[in-house]
Nanobody, 120 residues
Framework: QVQVVESGGGLVQAGGSLRLSCAAS????????MNWFRQAPGKRRELVAR???????TYVDSVKGRFTISRDNAKNTASLQMNSLKPEDTAVYYC??????????????WGQGIQVTVSS
């Protein structure tokens, strides 16, 4: 069974920075992609950033130039460096380990989510 845990959220003033971390644990052979989603109150969950096992990142337009996603394949971890934060970045952030290969299984796993609040 794969567990995904996020850490690093909190409260920050507009213009500040936060770094989110995500760790997947279990008997994992490989993870195709690590993703960060977010969901603000009353809004749909949206994909913020994604990085493949080969290291190719993609971002939603609203965070390009401000957020940077990275991963460590050996440790099954991913991070999201968030700079120049804006109040509209306030949301619960979720990590999704996509395409996790374990012994006899291939699936995706979500973390429980972590709150990021940006004050104006």
């Amino acid at each position: 069974q794969v567990q995904v845990v996020e850490s690093g959220g909190g409260l920050v003033q507009a213009g500040g920075s936060l770094r989110l971390s995500c760790a997947a644990s279990g008997t994992i052979f490989s993870i195709h992609a690590m993703n960060w989603f977010r969901q603000a109150p009353g809004k749909r969950r949206e994909l913020v950033a994604r990085i493949t096992s080969g290291g190719t990142p993609t971002y939603v337009d609203s965070v390009k130039g401000r957020f940077t996603i990275s991963r460590d394949n050996a440790k099954n971890t991913a991070s999201l460096q968030m700079n120049s934060l804006k109040p509209e970045d306030t949301a619960v952030y979720y990590c999704l380990a996509e395409g996790v290969r374990t012994a006899g299984n291939f699936s995706s796993s979500w973390g429980q989510g972590i709150q990021v609040t940006v004050s104006s």
